[in-house]
């Protein structure tokens, strides 16, 4: 139990990686562009791949109407987030030293992960219901008003994960390594807790195995 | 029946194998060689070449630059010519580069760059290139590919043994070709004999900013100074100069000039020298040249007048100065990688005369003198002297090097490169220029590291090279590998201008330094606007000054009216883009100049004096962007006496 519990405190310190490494990365490439103008998705807001990139890209987008990306102060979240990964960070390392100390289960690290999971969840929902808006909710005196073989209007939502083709740019949206922290630190909790539960004994129970013996 | 048909198809067959086999034999012998010359300057689409070349446009006063082996053309710098395409020497910013103490010059003839170095090696920070006409020395930027200085030689008159950079870029050193009366004056032609001077100057570079300053001037006889050279390694702390009419004629020179069967290599200790300076030597002497620096964040260039220049008598620094006796007007005046070697071309001869530092040194040492010329010692031919090669060409002219101990010698005449030993003298391999080649290159084929795997020569003579395009033809220019034992002729390109000498060095050694975009919030110009909201216009007397700005794909502001017949209307005009090759051009109809061109980040500044009343257009220049087109804008011209008042709008 006690090698389960340093794991869980060791687990949610990965996810200080968020403070210093991008969430999410989404790269632009097109014929005019081989080398890719690129967002990186920190928790805390938006900077270029390349110093000009997010420049760059507001100067390309205002051609079909999108709005200008979102500096920290215009959103919420961008001072939200690291307030809530601050919190689950403290909290996971509270619960380690509880475990380490058997104060608290291993119940109470899969109840973390649970926690954390859907604030991720959430967190994406999010993240796509802004783009959603940001690819979609155009200036309706766009210069470049563009509509899908179908007749309805085009619209630039990017991949939430993946490859798209928008226009003549190859839209890239991916994880990035502040993501893959936190993956790999969740995944060390999940470790824990099932580690911890096989290796957990309350105290009658142990003295229940010792009569037995 | 069956059988006779299948034997006559059988023979059908055998003849058709042969009859396909025999051209088949020859065609690829001959395709072979072919396809490995093509292979070997073939740089696929997308692929960059190995190697920069900086080619001197001559009579086009600006510098082009190559790749290698392809031959392609990247880029034309202007230096010292006005350059519609950009607006070089046309914007305000840019005019006082091309000033001088003759006013305003927007020509010149540029012949030798010559790329910076530490060490000897080639550190690809500065190009110095030298105008002839006017005497002027340039230095260009090798991160912005742009003018950044150009400094005026005064007492200089045909500023030809430039511009040549000692092996710590310590000095850019000038002689005149044409000797002329210090200080300038009214006075007989015919008195030239012992009257005219030759100035050779000594500019030192800021090893920091590059800045030139000319820091002395050493007053030689009036001879011709041809052509010239640094030592390195050993010899560093020296530098010699080719020169030609010791016989001090003043006219009818292709006869009067070519007496003496021997002329000079001048050998100048400017370590010495500077010592000598800088112990309070030399004299002051009243004289009045241009100095102008542009300076890449305020985006403009200021010309300033210097009134004072020091100059050094030679006979007044002992062990300074000595003359190498040379045979027949010799030209070029090449220094080996190591140093030992001076190499002395005969224009007028076959063979190549080759000095020795180190004999030199001894015979200045033995005091072993043949007499002297205005003072300066001369020694003897046969002490200085240690090889000649015998080259069974006529009219050597320019010599370059590789690192193994190759020489690369240019003959005019004869119109061929000939490759010789150093050492033993010995000629090695010849190949045919098409035609009369003047100089070579080899990349850093003038410092102690050179490059030997291409040369390239530059020819005077064009004829039949290309698809004739009138009496009047670009020059043409040969690329040969030389990294066997044989030269092999791989290309053949079309050069700009007159490419006299050249200068080249590894793409590595530049690419990455290259400048992507001027920083808009380094932008220290003084009318420039760094965001669209502070564009305006301002009326001041009858100049009016057009704050503009412009991004994909409108000027801020777009219509301007309250201009008045008679006005002088600046337009500084502020590129906001910071994405790599997005420039944007401006001009207006009737403008008595040419457009600019504003690269990202940068401001310049078009006048436009209006002479009748109306509404007229401007627009982008640059095909900058899908609505490139609409990128335009209209100015309204009233009446001298008209009142109105200035006003300005984009989008209303």
């Not at chain 1, 990964?85 to 475990?99: D, E, K, P």
């Not at chain 2, 550190?123 to 991160?143: E, M, Q």
């Not at chain 2, 050694?509 to 564009?535: G, W």
Request: aromatic content about 12%; charged content about 20%; overall charge negative.
């Amino acid at each position: 139990m006690k090698k389960a519990s340093i794991l869980m405190i060791i687990g949610p310190l990965f996810l200080l990686g968020l403070y210093f490494f991008p969430l999410w990365n989404i790269m632009l490439g097109a014929p005019q562009y081989p080398e890719p103008l690129g967002i990186n998705i920190h928790i805390d807001g938006l900077q270029g791949v390349n110093e000009f990139d997010i420049q760059n890209i507001d100067g390309l987008n205002h051609y079909i109407g999108m709005k200008t990306l979102p500096k920290p102060e215009d959103m919420w979240e961008f001072s939200v987030f690291p307030l809530i990964i601050g919190v689950m960070v403290i909290l996971g390392v509270l619960i380690g030293f509880l475990g380490f100390f058997k104060v608290v289960s291993p119940n109470w690290f899969i109840g973390w992960f649970v926690v954390m999971s859907i604030l991720g969840i959430l967190g994406m929902y999010d993240f796509n219901a802004w783009m959603v808006d940001y690819g979609t909710n155009l200036d309706p005196n766009a210069i470049m008003k563009l509509a899908n073989p179908d007749g309805t209007p085009m619209t630039y939502k990017p991949p939430l994960f993946g490859h798209a083709k928008m226009l003549n740019f190859d839209v890239t949206s991916l994880p990035a390594t502040g993501a893959w922290m936190m993956f790999t630190g969740m995944m060390l909790i999940l470790i824990a807790f099932l580690w911890g539960r096989k290796m957990w004994k309350p105290k009658k129970q142990e003295v229940l195995q010792t009569a037995n013996s | 029946m069956r059988n006779l048909n299948y034997f006559f198809s059988s023979i059908m067959a055998i003849a058709l194998l042969f009859i396909g086999c025999k051209p088949g034999t020859n065609g690829s012998d001959g395709g072979a060689l072919a396809s490995s010359a093509a292979e070997k300057v073939y740089v696929a689409p997308g692929e960059q070449d190995e190697f920069y070349a900086f080619l001197s446009g001559g009579y086009s006063g600006n510098l082009t630059v190559y790749g290698l082996p392809s031959g392609r053309m990247f880029k034309e710098i202007p230096v010292f010519s006005q350059f519609p395409t950009s607006g070089y020497g046309y914007s305000e910013e840019t005019k006082p580069m091309l000033n001088t103490s003759h006013g305003f010059i927007p020509w010149d003839d540029l012949h030798h760059p010559d790329i910076s170095q530490t060490n000897g090696e080639l550190d690809g920070r500065w190009i110095f290139v030298n105008g002839n006409n006017t005497p002027r020395i340039a230095r260009i930027s090798l991160s912005t590919f742009e003018t950044e200085e150009i400094i005026e030689i005064p007492n200089s008159g045909g500023n030809h043994s430039s511009a040549f950079i000692t092996e710590n870029t310590e000095y850019v050193i000038a002689g005149t070709r044409f000797a002329v009366p210090v200080p300038q004056r009214d006075m007989p032609i015919n008195e030239y004999k012992g009257n005219f001077k030759g100035a050779l100057s000594f500019i030192s570079v800021d090893p920091e900013s590059g800045r030139l300053d000319l820091k002395f001037q050493v007053m030689m006889p009036g001879f011709n100074y041809d052509l010239s050279r640094p030592g390195r390694g050993k010899s560093h702390g020296w530098h010699f100069f080719s020169t030609y009419n010791t016989e001090e004629a003043n006219s009818l020179m292709e006869v009067n000039s070519s007496q003496n069967d021997k002329d000079f290599i001048a050998a100048i200790n400017w370590k010495k020298i500077e010592d000598y300076v800088n112990n309070g030597g030399g004299t002051k002497m009243a004289t009045n040249y241009a100095h102008n620096v542009y300076d890449e964040h305020t985006h403009s260039g200021t010309s300033t007048m210097k009134k004072e220049v020091l100059t050094v008598d030679p006979t007044e620094v002992p062990g300074a100065v000595f003359f190498l006796p040379t045979p027949k007007s010799p030209h070029g005046c090449d220094v080996d990688p190591s140093g030992e070697y001076i190499i002395g071309a005969g224009k007028l001869s076959a063979d190549i005369t080759v000095h020795s530092f180190t004999k030199m040194l001894e015979a200045i040492e033995a005091e072993k003198f043949d007499g002297e010329a205005y003072g300066i010692p001369i020694l003897k031919f046969e002490d200085v002297m240690t090889g000649q090669v015998k080259s069974g060409g006529l009219g050597p002219l320019h010599t370059e090097f590789d690192s193994n101990g190759n020489a690369y010698t240019t003959f005019f005449i004869s119109s061929e490169v000939v490759k010789w030993k150093l050492g033993t003298w010995e000629v090695v391999d010849r190949k045919p220029t098409f035609y009369s080649v003047g100089h070579l290159m080899i990349p850093g084929g003038n410092s102690r590291n050179p490059f030997g795997k291409y040369l390239v020569a530059m020819n005077k003579i064009t004829k039949d090279r290309y698809l004739p395009t009138g009496p009047e033809m670009e020059h043409s220019a040969q690329i040969y590998d030389i990294s066997g034992e044989k030269m092999e002729l791989i290309y053949d390109f079309p050069t700009h201008g007159e490419p006299h000498y050249a200068a080249g060095c590894p793409a590595d050694l530049l690419r990455a330094n290259s400048k992507k975009i001027y920083r808009l919030d380094e932008n220290k110009h003084p009318y420039a606007v760094t965001s669209p909201d502070q564009a305006r216009v301002e009326r001041n007397g009858n100049e009016v000054h057009v704050y503009m700005s412009t991004i994909r794909s409108h000027f801020t502001p777009d219509n301007i009216e309250g201009v008045k017949v008679g006005d002088k209307v600046y337009f500084h005009i502020t590129n906001h883009e910071q994405d790599f090759d997005v420039p944007h051009g401006f001009s207006i109809l009737g403008q008595n100049t040419s457009e600019i061109l504003i690269m990202p980040g940068q401001t310049k500044t078009s006048v436009w004096e209006p002479k009748q009343v109306g509404v007229w257009p401007f627009y982008c220049t640059d095909f900058c962007s899908a609505l490139h087109q609409e990128m335009q804008g209209y100015v309204r011209v009233s009446p001298a006496n008209a009142n109105m008042d200035l006003s300005w709008s984009l989008g209303e």
